[in-house]
């Protein structure tokens, strides 16, 4: 096939109907000082009229995709934020039951919302999981109060505790703690002992995230001035290692480049970005993949609603993905897994063989063993996911 024909045909992943559905929540108690997420401190008011434009537009959505009439089955739905748990139960109420009339819901799909660890969480937790709600994300950070203090966390380290007993009290069997490395002033012995905590709670998946400095947020105003002092590459890449050996020990394992789970406890709403599956957004500056079209939605929680107020999608912009990058996606999202690029996903998601696209890539790569072949896929060894992106680029063909 010319590289013309590859461009122009529709491959089949760009027919294939979305099963996950991302929602987004924009509200926070309070603004972290490293973020520049979609997130805002907003009274009940404001989050009501807020879950009525969602509504509004799951509607939609549920309206423009269904299948044949039948609605739209969902697999995976991940309430993400801001803070989801920042609602309060009566929104939540509402939101379950809009779901449910919108989508086809069962109980084996994966039900994720995150939460920050502390008290307007925690006397939600027991109400999500009876609306459905199966997994929980707690947002903990570290365990150490002055760290926790240092980038301009609410909560403490007792209160991650008093939380995940909570969540495991209410029927959560499927927890996770994300854990920040890279931070001001943090130590190697705060990394194992964020770690060993972890650990001892008994969740079944970690996710582990260096800091960026992002334009625009407290910390970029004070790495500015000279004012933030970072470990450096040398020590976050010793914090990573040091917590992906202690998870390991324990049969935490890494399965991503960045998360870490139990046999089992994988996210599947995740693995089905990072399989490059299309997916559903809502909310305000959520951002869905979907018949070959990526969107974003408005960042704006006025517009959001003046939008939806309309009856119109909020949408900011749309752009048509090509076969091409089609294609650079599943193997730029797959070399993120440990399990790599399956060779027959690739070859149903697009219909050629990765090994026909990009040959002239591969065949290096494997000879310095940067890449590793198998029967049935390509992937990454695991002491090179750390520069991952290095080998990744190589991918791109512009
Ligand atoms: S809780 Fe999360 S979304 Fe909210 S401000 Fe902090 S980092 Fe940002």
Not at 83 to 102: D, F, H, S, V, Y
Not at 221 to 231: D, I
Not at 359 to 374: K, N, Q, T
């Amino acid at each position: 096939m010319t590289d013309r024909a590859l461009q122009n045909r529709l491959p089949p992943l760009h027919q294939a109907a979305p099963r996950s559905l991302y929602v987004h929540i924009p509200f926070c108690a309070s603004k972290c000082w490293y973020c520049d997420f979609n997130s805002y401190v907003q009274s009940d008011a404001a989050k009501t009229r807020y879950t009525t434009a969602l509504l509004r537009e799951l509607a939609l959505l549920a309206e423009e995709y269904q299948t044949s009439g039948d609605r739209l089955r969902l697999d995976t739905v991940f309430f993400g934020g801001g803070t989801p748990t920042e609602l309060p139960l009566c929104e939540w109420e509402r939101i379950a039951m809009g779901l449910r009339e919108q989508f086809a819901i069962d109980e084996s799909v994966e039900w994720t919302v995150e939460a920050n660890p502390g008290s307007k969480s925690d006397h939600l937790l027991a109400a999500l999981a009876l609306l459905g709600v199966n997994r929980v994300s707690f947002g903990a950070q570290a365990f150490e109060d002055d760290l926790l203090k240092a980038i301009g966390r609410r909560h403490d380290t007792s209160a991650i505790e008093q939380s995940v007993a909570l969540a495991m009290s209410a029927g959560f069997s499927r927890i996770n703690l994300d854990l920040m490395i890279g931070l001001p002033e943090q130590t190697l012995a705060n990394v194992q002992e964020s770690v060993r905590k972890a650990i001892d709670l008994g969740v079944t998946h970690v996710s582990v995230y260096g800091l960026k400095v992002e334009p625009g947020t407290v910390f970029a105003r004070r790495q500015a001035k000279g004012c933030l002092p970072l470990p450096d590459e040398d020590l976050e890449a010793r914090m990573f290692e040091e917590a992906r050996a202690r998870l390991a020990a324990v049969g935490i394992e890494q399965y991503e480049i960045s998360n870490f789970a139990k046999s089992g406890a994988k996210a599947h709403h995740n693995l089905a970005y990072w399989r490059n599956r299309p997916y559903l957004a809502a909310g305000a500056g959520a951002h869905g993949y979907v018949y070959g079209m990526r969107y974003e939605n408005v960042k704006s929680l006025s517009l959001y609603e003046e939008s939806l107020t309309n009856e119109r999608r909020p949408l900011a912009n749309t752009r048509a993905v090509s076969a091409q990058e089609a294609m650079e996606d599943s193997v730029i999202l797959g070399l993120r897994l440990r399990e790599g690029v399956q060779k027959a996903a690739f070859a149903a998601d697009h219909g050629v063989d990765m090994g026909a696209v990009f040959g002239d890539v591969i065949r290096p790569l494997v000879e310095c063993g940067w890449l590793l072949e198998d029967a049935a896929s390509y992937r990454l060894p695991v002491a090179l996911l750390p520069v991952a992106n290095e080998i990744m680029l190589r991918f791109l063909r512009e």
